[in-house]
């Protein structure tokens, strides 16, 4: 059975500080994807990483796909009130292409 | 706004009732996923339509049915409710192509039974 584990579960930082979360397997993935979701909705695409040793930047956040596509790694610099929310990572795998998901990790970022 | 539609965003019913929830896929999506969203078990895939048809099967209670229209939009038919079926139920669509496919999810239903 596939699994993704998230760590940290839970975080809370002040704005302006820089952090890291972690999404590990011991499976492979073909693709892996982050999500953020807030409170009261669904969660929404960040980025997709295909590739083992990918990076991807959107804005402040820096996404990077380990070499061998088991794990990935989320960074966001200068973290503000808006990024707060569920950072959910989803990996592609199996013949049958079914995403499996984290539990993620909750954010908060204090003024 | 995704472009996913779920309706109704609250339930509240009592166990052993019946409800349904629907979802319509953003313009052009053919693939419709319905996930149960818990604090303990994170997000559960439950079922995966296609064009009309059942594409994939997840941790699906045979309590629960889904089934996905012409028009492509979702019905999620949850039956003989019991309390640890309180949880959000999400649906999310996709163009349905494969590898890295983007899911767009719609706001959910948060159902609670009492």
């Known amino acids: 059975t596939q699994l993704l584990e998230q760590s940290p579960q839970f975080l809370s930082i002040q704005e302006g500080e820089n952090l890291t979360v972690y999404c590990n397997s011991s499976?492979?993935?073909?693709?892996l994807q982050w999500y953020r979701q807030e409170p009261g909705e669904g969660p929404v695409l960040l980025v997709t990483?295909?590739?083992g040793g990918e990076v991807k930047k959107l804005k402040r956040l820096t996404f990077q796909f380990g070499d061998a596509r088991k794990d990935s790694s989320l960074h966001i610099t200068a973290a503000q009130p808006g990024d707060t929310g569920l950072y959910l990572c989803?990996?592609?795998?199996?013949?049958?292409?079914?995403?499996?998901w984290g539990l993620g990790t909750s954010l908060a970022v204090n003024p | 706004d995704s472009g996913v539609t779920q309706t109704p965003k609250h339930l509240i019913t009592a166990t052993g009732q019946r409800v349904t929830l629907r979802c319509s896929p953003r313009?052009?999506?053919?693939?419709v996923y319905w996930y149960q969203q818990s604090l303990d078990q994170g997000l559960q895939f439950l079922i995966q339509?296609?064009?009309?048809?059942?594409?994939a099967k997840g941790n699906i209670l045979e309590r629960f049915s889904a089934q996905q229209f012409p028009d492509l939009h979702s019905e999620l038919n949850l039956s003989s409710l019991e309390l640890g079926d309180s949880a959000l139920y999400f649906c999310?669509?996709?163009?349905?192509?494969?590898?890295?496919?983007?899911?767009?999810f719609g706001s959910g239903t948060q159902l609670s039974v009492l």
């Open positions: 999310a669509s996709s163009d349905g192509t494969g590898r890295g496919e983007k899911l767009f």
């Open positions: 313009s052009g999506d053919l693939s």
């Open positions: 339509y296609y064009n009309g048809e059942e594409r």
């Open positions: 499976s492979v993935f073909s693709s």
């Open positions: 990483v295909v590739t």
């Open positions: 989803a990996g592609e795998g199996g013949n049958n292409r079914k995403l499996i």
